[in-house]
């Protein structure tokens, strides 16, 4: 009899750790299946399991907390590093269509008669500018790559946006003997942009024009939104325009550039919802730009 007590005693013992490893077995599925949901998914969502085991539940509690810092650290991370990509872009821009400027202005200044003095300072101002605008390429660099973010877009002329970006490179244009021909609707084309970002795509194009021309450039807007640079490149041909969009890829007659340029160009245009492509007939390269 007293035996008999024992094994059912036991038994239902068992029973109860059958049971116990059943459920913290069910418990820890359900905390692997929610990890992997807020490892891998933006959510606000937090560890929950069915079980009522009061030293799993304390345990899911605690990782709950756990997961609520780190939560928070992201957030904060996160916000930090879009305004700090923000504030670069930003002051990249600003930095260097003025640095743009100031070249053109130097090499019209440089074919000027002037004494040796002054030729000296001219050779350190551009050996200076030079170097400037490496860095805010640089910084383009790190902005554009290392952003996953959307732009922020607003209803913004487009037009105005192209003609302000052709009056800042006047001075480059000039110093090439390039005399763009600008055809530009009256009235205003209004698209949803980010302003800062489609002046540096204009701006990339047009540096890529004074790289590659052969001395001409017809800039083309329509009231639909289409946007074409065109010019005659004798140093260009079909496959090195396939690869214009390529990050890093120069050609050989632009060598010293970073290879950045069109491919920002496309980043950028892509993120505002719009199409970029190049083509090459005749000799003349045609970049468009569709903003629907």
């Known amino acids: 009899m007293f035996l008999t007590v024992i ?14 490893l059943i459920s913290m077995y069910k418990a820890l599925s359900e ?7 807020i490892l891998n998914e933006e959510t606000n969502v937090l560890l929950s399991v069915s079980v009522q085991d009061k030293a ?7 990782l709950n907390k756990q997961i609520s810092k780190l939560r928070e650290e992201r957030h904060k991370y996160k916000a930090g590093d879009r305004e700090l990509q923000s504030a670069i872009t930003n002051i990249a821009h600003d930095i260097r269509t003025p640095l743009t400027a100031i070249s053109g202005y130097v090499e019209l200044l440089d074919k000027e008669e002037k004494s040796d003095k002054v030729n000296t300072y001219l050779s350190y101002i551009r050996n200076r500018t030079d170097h400037l605008k490496k860095l805010t390429e640089e910084l383009f660099k790190y902005t554009i790559y290392h952003a996953n973010e959307n732009l922020e877009l607003t209803e913004c002329d487009i037009r105005a946006l192209l003609e302000q970006t052709l009056l800042e490179y006047y001075g480059a244009l000039k110093e090439r003997n390039i ?5 530009l609707p009256k009235d205003k084309v ?3 942009v980010n302003p800062a ?8 194009i047009i540096n890529n024009a004074i790289k590659y021309s052969s001395g001409d450039l017809s ?17 260009l041909d079909e496959i090195q325009v396939g690869r214009l969009f390529d990050r890093f890829y120069t050609v050989e007659a632009a060598h010293k550039s970073t290879g950045l340029g069109l491919s920002i160009a496309r980043e950028l245009v892509n993120k505002m919802n719009g199409i970029i492509e190049a083509d090459f007939n005749d000799g003349k390269l045609t970049i468009t730009i569709v903003f629907a």
Not at 56 to 62: D, G, H, P
């Open 219 to 235: 800039v083309t807007l329509s009231e639909k939104g289409i946007i074409r640079f065109t010019n005659t490149s004798a140093s």
């Open 7 to 20: 094994c059912i005693v036991l038994f239902v013992l068992l029973c109860i750790a059958v049971i116990k």
């Open 31 to 37: 905390l692997q299946k929610d990890m992997d949901s």
């Open 56 to 62: 799993i539940r304390r345990f899911v509690a605690n």
């Open 190 to 192: 209004l698209r949803k």
């Open 197 to 204: 970002a489609l002046s540096r795509v204009y701006a990339n």
């Open 179 to 183: 005399e763009p021909e600008i055809l």
